[in-house]
């Protein structure tokens, strides 16, 4: 109930064109580096971006100021090994976070995250996040100032992107005596369980599913999840149909609400001052290869996320057409902000493609997904390779086979063995750094994330 009336009362707020928090740059004095807004929209593909699903405009307006980042790719198929890397420049099995229900593993001692970077350059940092993984514990926001962290009993009742998008504009209101910020804000609500407030879930729900009451139609429940991974939920096409209309229902109010954020920061005087970034940690599948949710393979509906880039210094109206990987962020934050990158990361700024200039496909490795069979992918050029000890080698031209349905490993035999090569060369460099700590749940931990789905399938 709780959840529904503050659902209910920031869509009202939106829709009559309140402005909230309409309180000038709060700081006494400019901050002499940018600030930093990081804004990590969880499970939310890449193809709801624009184009046809006309699901983003306000998303597609910052992308208008920025730079879009058309093949953008996350290193993991699921929250915490995604946005460890997100966070450090390094993929998960370098990092060492990821692993599955009663088994996470935490980001391994003296990584350097980005806080703490960012922190040692004179920034506050803070982090408004709305899922278990993204507590200290895990290491993934260990470094943070402050993190601001909601997580429930069950996986219905997580805080809205209205909450979420209120917290982020009560932490900018603070008084920073000129100190710039780092702020993660991460929205939660495309993720499982599928539930948009109206006016959202009537414009995009299918007949059945419009009315938004106490009996209303939800998709993506713990029951749901749990049945999925046992085999035992039947995934015909008119379920996953309904199910991802109310996703989109989800991609579009969580798009106002940035909207609403985004407008706050410039009425705030922070719009000339602030590197934002917006991107996804992860996709969703909705029987792209037969199956659905996320965690569980490594095909493109998974880790091909949304990335856009805009604030100072940016050629505005951008669009990269070549693949870059979202280990690439970070070293691009910290050559943005003028702060020294450490020399541990692997990712390679991308202040190049902000400024205009050309750049060229870069390789992608992803791996660390949470159930069924471990697999990992790696992109050289138009080339993907996918491979799990469990099944036979995947191999696609992704130019001409963007849907990954045309297994050309038969055919192209050579080009299999020497992908094959270079990618268990680096797993062997990458095996011999360790994993992280094993993290200790308590027992309510760990029904909490049981009642968020997160289990089964092992």
């Given at each position: 109930?709780?959840?529904?009336?503050?659902?209910?009362?920031?869509?009202?707020?939106?829709?009559?064109?309140?402005?909230?928090?309409?309180?000038?740059?709060?700081?006494?004095?400019?901050?002499?580096?940018?600030n930093?807004?990081?804004?990590?929209?969880?499970?939310?593909?890449?193809?709801?971006?624009?184009?046809?699903?006309?699901l983003?405009?306000?998303?597609?307006?910052?992308?208008?100021?920025?730079?879009?980042?058309?093949?953008?790719?996350?290193?993991?198929?699921?929250?915490?090994?995604?946005?460890?890397?997100?966070?450090?420049?390094?993929?998960?099995?370098?990092?060492?976070?990821?692993?599955?229900?009663?088994?996470?593993?935490?980001?391994?001692?003296?990584?350097?995250?980005?806080p703490?970077?960012?922190?040692?350059?004179?920034?506050?940092?803070?982090?408004?996040?709305?899922?278990?993984?993204?507590?200290?514990k895990?290491?993934?926001?260990?470094?943070?100032e402050q993190?601001?962290?909601?997580?429930?009993?069950?996986?219905?009742?997580?805080?809205?992107?209205?909450?979420?998008?209120?917290?982020?504009?009560?932490?900018?209101?603070?008084?920073?005596?000129?100190?710039?910020?780092?702020?993660?804000?991460?929205?939660f609500?495309?993720?499982?369980?599928?539930?948009?407030?109206?006016?959202?879930?009537?414009?995009?729900a299918?007949?059945?599913?419009?009315?938004?009451?106490?009996n209303?139609?939800?998709?993506?429940?713990?029951?749901?999840?749990?049945?999925?991974?046992?085999?035992?939920?039947?995934?015909?096409?008119?379920?996953i149909?309904?199910?991802?209309?109310?996703?989109?229902?989800?991609?579009?109010?969580?798009?106002?609400?940035i909207?609403?954020?985004?407008?706050?920061?410039?009425?705030?005087?922070?719009?000339?001052n602030?590197?934002?970034?917006?991107?996804?940690?992860?996709g969703?599948?909705?029987?792209?290869?037969?199956?659905?949710?996320?965690?569980?393979?490594?095909?493109?509906?998974?880790?091909?996320?949304?990335l856009?880039?805009?604030?100072?210094?940016?050629r505005a109206?951008?669009?990269?057409?070549h693949?870059?990987r979202?280990?690439d962020?970070?070293?691009?934050?910290?050559?943005?902000a003028?702060?020294?990158?450490?020399?541990?990361?692997?990712?390679?700024?991308?202040?190049?493609?902000?400024?205009?200039?050309?750049?060229?496909?870069?390789?992608?490795?992803?791996?660390?997904?949470?159930?069924?069979?471990?697999?990992t992918?790696?992109?050289?050029?138009?080339?993907?390779?996918?491979?799990?000890?469990?099944?036979?080698?995947?191999?696609?031209?992704?130019?001409?086979?963007p849907?990954e349905?045309?297994?050309?490993?038969?055919?192209?035999?050579e080009?299999?063995?020497?992908?094959q090569?270079?990618?268990?060369?680096?797993?062997?460099?990458?095996?011999?750094l360790?994993?992280g700590?094993n993290?200790e749940?308590?027992?309510?931990?760990?029904?909490?994330?049981?009642?968020?789905?997160?289990?089964?399938?092992?």
């Amino acid at each position: 109930m709780l959840r529904t009336l503050s659902v209910l009362t920031g869509t009202l707020l939106l829709a009559a064109g309140l402005l909230i928090f309409l309180v000038p740059g709060c700081s006494s004095r400019e901050p002499e580096r940018p600030n930093v807004l990081w804004i990590v929209v969880d499970t939310m593909r890449a193809d709801r971006l624009g184009g046809e699903w006309g699901l983003t405009p306000y998303m597609d307006r910052l992308g208008e100021r920025g730079v879009v980042f058309e093949k953008a790719y996350a290193q993991a198929p699921w929250t915490l090994p995604s946005i460890g890397s997100m966070m450090t420049s390094l993929h998960p099995k370098e990092h060492g976070a990821g692993g599955r229900l009663g088994q996470f593993q935490s980001v391994r001692e003296g990584v350097p995250t980005a806080p703490k970077v960012f922190a040692q350059a004179g920034y506050t940092t803070h982090a408004i996040v709305n899922v278990e993984f993204l507590k200290k514990k895990y290491g993934v926001t260990r470094d943070f100032e402050q993190v601001d962290v909601e997580s429930y009993s069950n996986n219905q009742e997580v805080r809205n992107a209205a909450r979420t998008t209120d917290a982020a504009l009560r932490y900018m209101q603070q008084e920073r005596d000129g100190q710039p910020f780092f702020l993660l804000v991460h929205y939660f609500d495309m993720h499982a369980v599928y539930d948009p407030p109206q006016p959202f879930r009537r414009r995009y729900a299918a007949p059945p599913d419009q009315e938004a009451g106490p009996n209303r139609t939800m998709f993506g429940t713990r029951e749901h999840l749990m049945a999925l991974r046992a085999g035992q939920l039947e995934l015909n096409p008119e379920w996953i149909d309904r199910a991802e209309r109310l996703y989109n229902g989800e991609v579009a109010y969580t798009d106002a609400e940035i909207g609403r954020l985004l407008d706050q920061v410039a009425a705030m005087g922070f719009a000339d001052n602030t590197l934002i970034v917006l991107c996804g940690d992860h996709g969703e599948e909705f029987l792209d290869h037969g199956g659905f949710e996320h965690g569980h393979t490594v095909y493109d509906e998974l880790i091909h996320v949304p990335l856009i880039m805009a604030g100072p210094g940016v050629r505005a109206g951008t669009r990269v057409p070549h693949t870059v990987r979202m280990i690439d962020v970070l070293p691009t934050l910290c050559q943005w902000a003028d702060v020294g990158a450490e020399r541990g990361f692997v990712g390679r700024s991308l202040m190049p493609e902000l400024q205009g200039e050309a750049g060229a496909d870069r390789n992608v490795l992803a791996h660390g997904n949470m159930w069924g069979a471990p697999f990992t992918a790696w992109r050289e050029g138009p080339w993907k390779l996918i491979l799990s000890e469990n099944a036979q080698p995947e191999l696609y031209r992704m130019d001409e086979d963007p849907g990954e349905q045309n297994n050309l490993s038969a055919q192209e035999s050579e080009r299999l063995q020497a992908l094959q090569g270079t990618l268990q060369s680096m797993e062997k460099t990458m095996a011999a750094l360790g994993r992280g700590a094993n993290v200790e749940l308590s027992e309510a931990e760990l029904e909490a994330l049981k009642a968020s789905g997160y289990g089964g399938g092992d």
